[in-house]
């Protein structure tokens, strides 16, 4: 138990691990170009699994028995963040990343928000080239007592959320946004030695509701996926499903807006 343990805190600590049940993907576009885009996702049924498989000694011993409400400026680590190139430093300079978490009441939720400059820097952010994941990792890690870069060992790593949106290739410009399967990235993917885990995750009927918003600063005048639903004023883009199904059937999920 111990073991399943540790595997389960590597996940609740990792921000952009595929273990979060809930994922809200919301993008602004403004009509010059820039805006705003956020995820928040909800991680409150890992907290009940944490409570079935480990005792109130377990959650104290690793600090999860704290309450935190908490905002982080990615500012602030990005200095003693580890691989992350210059090009990634100035997407990521003024985003932010609230948290919160109380065992007590079910709740951990992070939301994290990215404002950018224009449509190119937005096209980085959907296509995962943010690289956010391992350094905000760290940042958790620290949180909890763990100094960075610091594992458990014999605790399996899972693919984060840059990792699943690096399977596809974005384009961006102006009245126009699609994204189409990398076939060669999405085989190296699936040959990755954890999507085992991942595929045991799938057959056990577990979802993971991933939902897409975006905000156009006009009209949309055609869209080529079913699964997108417009607002009446053709403004506000939404997807809704599973991400674990992305992981089998990327194609399902790609799409092309134009407006």
Same mark, same amino acid.
């Not at 010059?32 to 049924?45: F, N």
């Not at 959320?161 to 102006?174: L, P, Q």
């Not at 403004?235 to 399902?252: G, W």
């Given at each position: ?21 809930? =994922? ?13 885009? =956020? ?15 480990? *005792? ?10 704290? =309450? ?31 948290? @919160? ?12 928000? !990215? ?8 096209? @980085? ?5 943010? *690289? ?43 009245? !126009?946004?699609?994204?189409? =399967? ?14 085992? @885990?991942?595929? @045991? ?59």
């Amino acid at each position: 138990m111990k073991k399943y343990f540790k595997y389960v805190l590597t996940v609740a600590i990792s921000i952009f691990f595929i273990s979060c049940y809930e =994922v809200n993907e919301e993008i602004e576009i403004k009509a010059d170009g820039s805006g705003t885009y =956020v995820t928040k996702m909800d991680m409150g049924q890992l907290i009940e699994m944490m409570q079935t498989f480990a *005792g109130e000694e377990e959650l104290k011993k690793d600090g999860l028995d704290r =309450v935190l409400d908490t905002t982080i400026l990615f500012r602030s680590l990005l200095d003693s963040a580890k691989d992350v190139t210059a090009e990634q430093k100035a997407l990521l300079k003024d985003a932010k990343m609230k948290m @919160q978490m109380n065992i007590k009441e079910k709740i951990f939720k992070m939301d994290m928000n !990215f404002p950018y400059k224009d449509l190119n820097s937005l096209q @980085q952010l959907m296509a995962g080239k943010g *690289g956010s994941g391992a350094g905000m990792s760290n940042a958790l890690k620290n949180m909890f007592g763990k100094k960075d870069g610091e594992e458990d060992q014999g605790a399996p790593k899972s693919p984060d959320m840059s990792d699943i949106a690096s399977i596809y290739d974005v384009t961006i410009k102006n009245g !126009f946004i699609e994204k189409k =399967v990398n076939a060669e990235k999405f085989k190296a993917f699936k040959e990755r030695p954890e999507m085992a @885990q991942l595929k @045991q995750v799938t057959s056990s009927g577990m979802e993971i509701l991933y939902t897409t918003t975006i905000k156009l600063p006009r009209a949309a005048k055609k869209t080529d996926n079913p699964i997108i639903k417009l607002s009446d004023d053709k403004k506000t883009v939404t997807m809704k499903y599973n991400l674990l199904e992305l992981l089998e059937t990327p194609e399902k999920f790609a799409y092309t807006i134009q407006y």
